[in-house]
């Protein structure tokens, strides 16, 4: 038998839960702003990185949005698409749903094009090199207005054909989903699928109302969830995926100890948790990272990884026979390892 960290490592799996901006490495960061003659307020890649360090989630979507100033044309969003795809084909990630905050360029000047065809370009490259699938789910950024959401949701129209689903991120707390039922309303009759961050640093209220208002299919983050026990068993009863991630979750401060992650807590509770890195850039690693750091806690067996690299393949939007063959070789790699 495989030693645990081997085993896990090498699970397929499914990335539910990566912002492609937050993929923004600081060496990448470094190369495009010389590329675009853009100067950046840091002397050096570590003078870059010791910025990183936040005891809440407005603290890093400071730096974030601001990092995010280097994307100026197709290729850099193209190159940083495909920076992640590689790093995440080496975590054995099998499918991945990405993230991307069309507003964060929009407002800037960049064409909303630019950004989605950089991105599916970088998508396509993935699928030829390693046979990663993937999907792109449109974030709307919730400290922004509903008009603004429905300006962005209009700009997308062409692309509606490649675009999965919207979602919610930014600043949570004062945000509430309820800000958004009318534009999710109207993403769901354009056919798209709909996801929220909710629970992160945001009251179990924000989840009731994600759930009820904004009919999410997936829950993004989800944590503070547990503080309601009638929530909890709401989402396990109905298979609500939800899309964790250990080490945000840390940097962040949602959780104090990474070896007391509540994800063994969810399990537990029949939640249908996922394994995710969120902002791998910012938080200190990517998927097989967050997997990783969850080994220590001791609180999850073999077993256990393997249920949380079902569970990711389970809340996909894949289509159930592309599920089945994902599963199907989870299973035979688990066989084979732990025989
Ligand atoms: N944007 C990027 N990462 C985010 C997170 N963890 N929460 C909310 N918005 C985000
Ligand atoms: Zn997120």
Known sequence: MTDLATFVAGLPKAELHLHIEGSLEPEQMFALAARNRIAIPFRSVEELRGAYSFSRL???????????????????????????????????VRHAEIFFDPQTHTDRGIPFQVVVDGLLAGMAGARAKHGLTSKLILCFLRHLDEDAAFATLAAAEPWLDRIAGVGLDSSELGHPPAKFARVFARAGEMGLRRVA?????????????????LHIDRLDHGNRSLEDAALTTRLARSGMTLTVCPLSNLKLCVVDDI????????LRLGLRATVNSDDPA?????????????????MLDAGDFATLARNSFLGSFLDDEDVARHLAALDAYVDASLS
């Open 58 to 92: 407005q603290d890093f979507l400071d730096i974030y949005y601001q990092g995010a100033d280097v994307l100026r044309t197709e290729e850099d969003f193209h190159d940083l698409a495909a920076a992640y795809f590689d790093r995440a084909a080496a975590d054995h």
């Open 197 to 213: 961050h909710a629970g992160e640093e945001g009251p179990p209220a924000y989840v009731h109302e994600a759930l009820n208002l």
């Open 259 to 266: 070896d007391a992650h509540p994800i063994a807590r969810m």
């Open 282 to 298: 910012y938080f200190g690693g990517y998927v097989n990272d967050n997997y990783r750091a969850l080994i220590p806690g001791g």
